[in-house]
Nanobody, 115 residues
Framework: QVQLVESGGGLVQAGGSLRLSCAAS????????MAWYRQAPGKQRELVAR???????TYADSVKGRFTISRDNAKNTVYLQMNSLKPEDTAVYYC?????????WGKGTLVTVSS
């Protein structure tokens, strides 16, 4: 059974940093593009960043220069380093493949940025 487990969220002041982690089942991790998504209250889920199996990354315009996605294939883990956080980054953050697969959505991890 495929599982994606996110962790690392929390409450941080504007300008602060957090590092999110997502542990993935090996069966989906090694061959797939992995991504971080987020859903803010009252808004649709959006793609934040993605990384191919070869390490190529892309970012949403809103996080470019502040967030860095990376992956450790040996640990089947994908990370999201978030710096210079803003209140508008407040959301539940999820990881999934890209394109996302419906059955892979986990519980996410809540990031709250206070002003």
């Amino acid at each position: 059974q495929v599982q994606l487990v996110e962790s690392g969220g929390g409450l941080v002041q504007a300008g602060g940093s957090l590092r999110l982690s997502c542990a993935a089942s090996g069966s989906i991790f090694r061959v797939n593009t992995m991504a971080w998504y987020r859903q803010a209250p009252g808004k649709q889920r959006e793609l934040v960043a993605r990384i191919t199996s070869g390490g190529t990354t892309t970012y949403a315009d809103s996080v470019k220069g502040r967030f860095t996605i990376s992956r450790d294939n040996a640990k089947n883990t994908v990370y999201l380093q978030m710096n210079s956080l803003k209140p508008e980054d407040t959301a539940v953050y999820y990881c999934n493949t890209n394109p996302a697969y419906l059955n892979y959505w986990g519980k996410g991890t809540l990031v709250t940025v206070s002003s």
